[in-house]
């Protein structure tokens, strides 16, 4: 078992930084995958990025590559998703999401995920 709970959501402009955070427990951290994922009201949840257990391979949605950074800091058993240059397209509730043997994309073959924290960028 894996619990997940994300933090550091929260309103801000267009053109801003935030970063989320995802602390794990329940089994050591880096034996596992971690990915973000975003649902915006009335869409799909859908991919972000993706961190791969060994740390050392990153994944990113199209749509957010090059301004969002995925990493992951084993001591403190937490992953990060690092957004800058925000737009109003942004604003979702996101989630982190945690599996040992996942190799797809898709957010219904995550075992693990946490509550969701809240991203709302105003124009």
């Known amino acids: 078992q894996v619990q997940l709970v994300e933090s550091g959501g929260g309103l801000v402009q267009a053109g801003d930084s935030l970063r989320l955070s995802c602390l794990a427990s329940?089994?050591?951290?880096?034996?596992?995958?971690v990915a973000w994922f975003r649902q915006a009201t009335g869409k799909e949840r859908e991919f972000v990025a993706a961190?791969?257990?060994?740390?050392?391979?990153?994944l990113y949605s199209g749509s957010v590559k090059g301004r969002f950074t995925i990493s992951g800091d084993n001591a403190k058993s937490t992953a990060y998703l690092q957004m800058d240059s925000l737009a109003p397209e942004y604003t979702a509730t996101y989630f982190c999401?945690?599996?040992?043997?996942?190799?797809?994309?898709?957010?219904?073959?995550?075992?693990?995920w946490g509550q969701g924290t809240q991203v709302t960028v105003s124009s």
């Open positions: 329940g089994r050591p951290f880096g034996t596992f995958h």
């Open positions: 999401a945690a599996d040992s043997t996942v190799s797809k994309l898709n957010p219904r073959f995550w075992e693990y």
């Open positions: 961190l791969r257990y060994s740390g050392t391979t990153t």
